[in-house]
């Protein structure tokens, strides 16, 4: 990567910036200088179908020219990827199990090594160090959790949560994987740190307060960690070039009610009777909680059965926030506030009425619905409908389903 570095301090940063210039061929946007294409140290140009990027390269170009090297800047990240991980392959792959055994991470998951490189007591960030690093577990025990849902894992005799980053790591398109390589390289951050901040699991500044928590940077470095996680993560931004396509509500809209959707036409609303009722509620509730005790699935509030769109606004709401509001409320007040890191809320705009999405993963621990004057039950998914169990099949079912 040093070399990517020195590439741009000494050739492309003496060039006048002035000279750059963007043209659009077909659905890509080119780079060049001058009447030449801009190219890469081994010769590839700098052509992007995403117009974001192509302009973040040549404005992170105009400002390194004044201020000297950006190693997070696009233009050096691009070239990398294009130049080194595109061409030669990732090197960290063939390795990974050394680099892994190296990273504390690892070592706090696998083996319970909590003491390492830890703050003496009477050190100033003792406090700091061990509260944040509870928060980091947990973060992690999370992201663990997420990952293992979405693979695919052997049966091996390897620790799950290295089969797990093995998989996922194999798994990251070319930016993130370049991102991560070049966080872990610059700030000596191991594997996992980089690997949760590129899946989203991390923000930048809980991945740098880690750091500082795990002994690997210094306080003072904080300003420039940050500044270097908010230029990596501009490139990925920009990377994610997301296609025109139908929104995702009506994706599932087309694909109808099954095991994994169901449509709600209102959240509070009940049409028939023109009123406000509980029991409308209580029918949302009862499919996101049948979705947690199985294996997930989304629920669509604003969308007849039919498929049609009835849309938000029949609740009479004052806002969308209103509206979102009143939903976790109920969320968590009737089936518990643990369930909040499954279930995912986004408004979706179908020509002009707003429909809601409730995406649910699979809870890691049994979810039961608790309302006044309706006792307790717990749901799961059967086909197209959320069903309640009797208490001693749901004893079974939490045995299967949900081992201690």
């Given amino acids: ?71 997070f800047s696009a233009p050096w990240l691009y070239a990398f990827q294009k130049d080194v991980l595109e061409v030669q392959g990732d090197a960290i792959t063939a390795s990974l199990d050394i680099h892994l055994s190296a990273d504390p991470v690892v070592a706090i998951k696998t083996m319970g090594q909590y003491n390492f490189r830890r703050f003496n007591p009477e050190e100033r960030l003792f406090s700091f160090s061990f509260f944040h690093l509870s928060s980091l577990i947990s973060q992690i025990n999370e992201y663990q959790n997420v990952m293992m849902s979405e693979i695919i894992a052997d049966e091996t005799d390897q620790h799950p949560f290295l089969q797990m980053l093995r998989l996922s790591y194999a798994g990251l398109p070319a930016p993130r994987k370049v991102v991560l390589l070049a966080l872990s390289g610059c700030h000596g951050s191991g594997i996992v740190l ?6 989203g699991m991390l923000s930048p500044v809980e991945y740098a307060k880690g750091l500082v928590a795990l002994k690997i940077r210094e306080e003072d470095l904080l300003p420039a ?60 509730l009862k499919t996101i909680a ?30 969308e926030d ?37 995406q649910c993963r699979k809870s890691n621990r049994p979810v039961f619905l608790r309302q006044p004057g309706a006792g307790e039950a717990f749901y799961i998914r059967v086909g197209p409908s959320s069903n309640a169990m009797e208490i001693s099949e749901a004893l079974t079912y939490i045995a299967d389903h949900f081992p201690a």
Avoid at 194 to 199: F, H
Wanted: net charge negative.
């Fill in 322 to 358: 209103k509206f979102l509001l009143h939903l976790w409320t109920l969320i968590r007040t009737w089936l518990g506030r643990e369930v909040s890191p499954y279930v995912r809320t986004t408004l979706e705009k179908i020509g002009e009425k707003t429909v809601c999405l409730v």
């Fill in 194 to 199: 980089p690997q949760m901040l590129v899946s």
């Fill in 225 to 284: 960690i940050l500044s270097d996680l908010q230029h990596a993560l501009d490139y990925l931004d920009c990377a994610d070039r997301k296609p025109a396509s139908l929104p995702q509500a009506a994706r599932v809209i087309r694909a109808g009610e099954g095991d994994f959707a169901e449509f709600k036409s209102t959240l509070r609303w009940d049409i028939r009777g023109g009123k406000n009722n509980p029991s409308v509620e209580r029918a949302s």
């Fill in 1 to 71: 990567m040093n070399e990517y570095v020195n590439y741009l301090k000494n050739n492309w940063l003496k060039q006048n910036s002035e000279q750059l210039d963007l043209v659009r061929r077909n659905d890509e946007f080119q780079i060049f200088r001058g009447v030449e294409p801009l190219l890469t140290l081994q010769g590839h140009t700098f052509i992007h179908p995403s117009e974001r990027m192509a302009r973040l390269i040549i404005s992170d170009l105009m400002f390194a020219e004044g201020t000297g090297e950006q190693p």
């Fill in 290 to 319: 049948a979705f947690l005790n199985s294996t997930g699935g989304t629920l669509l509030i604003g969308v007849r059965d039919d498929g049609s769109i009835e849309g938000i606004e029949t609740d009479k709401f004052l806002n």
